[in-house]
């Protein structure tokens, strides 16, 4: 086994999309794929503003199962900050588009 160091380990934060929350809370509107496929659009959008940015490769933006902290109705993006330890978690209500969750992680968390 080798231990490998995360590009974002040191000064840079990692973006995690709850793509079960898109799955839970909109499935009732559109089916699951299409609702899996919204949170990938999320975690796209954060990806290519993070570049924009210059903030990649510290900064990353994933997709990941449940987190375990979701409100009802509402999608949840978490915000690992590597350099001050802390995770911002932020609900969103479901009528937002991904994008515009996107942009509001963006503008609201601390990295």
Known sequence: MQKLNA?????????????????????????????ASMAQTCRMHLKTSLAQKG???????ISTSCLGICP??????SVLN???Q?????????????????N???DSCSC
């Open 104 to 106: 509001q992680v963006l």
């Open 55 to 61: 903030l990649a490769p510290k900064h990353r933006a």
């Open 86 to 102: 802390t995770t911002e978690c932020l609900s969103f209500p479901k009528n937002l588009s991904p994008e515009e969750i996107g």
């Open 7 to 35: 590009k974002w380990e040191n000064d840079g934060c990692l973006y995690m999309v709850c793509s079960r929350c898109f799955e839970r809370v909109l499935s009732p509107e559109i089916d699951s794929p299409a609702a």
């Open 72 to 77: 009802e109705n509402e999608i949840v993006v």
């Open 82 to 84: 590597t350099s001050s």
